[in-house]
């Protein structure tokens, strides 16, 4: 007894033949892909709060206190010391180092794609 005849196409497909023919799509962007001049200004997301024992105990001594400054005088000063600190070290960081997540600012980005335009002509 022979075996049923199937088109062609059938054959192929079961065998799997069609998935080495196939190609993936050509990819034809709408625009030469280059980076752009700039990039937006975005806001740096702040960091962890600092001084945040300091100041819970300043208040905690104010509450326990009427809000009198005289009995807590020690409590304020070492906040603002921590405050003063924490600014110090702020200003002192460079500004040419990463973020805490390891991007560059925008505004860093920007001076770096003026100093590096995109060449839009050949020679």
């Not at 400054?69 to 702020?90: L, S």
Request: aromatic residues 8%.
């Amino acid at each position: 007894m022979a075996a049923p005849a199937y088109p062609a196409w059938v054959t192929r497909w079961v065998s799997g033949q069609w998935r080495n023919k196939k190609r993936p799509p050509t990819l034809r962007p709408p625009r030469t892909l280059a980076l752009a001049d700039k990039v937006a200004n975005r806001r740096e997301q702040s960091t962890e709060a600092t001084c945040i024992t300091e100041m819970s105990v300043m208040m905690a001594c104010w509450k326990q206190n009427d809000f009198n400054d005289k009995p807590c005088a020690e409590e304020i000063r070492t906040f603002y010391d921590c405050v003063a600190k924490a600014e110090k070290e702020r200003k002192n960081q460079n500004e040419d180092t990463l973020s805490s997540r390891g991007n560059l600012p925008s505004t860093k980005v920007n001076k770096l794609l003026k100093r590096f335009p995109q060449i839009t002509h050949y020679v």
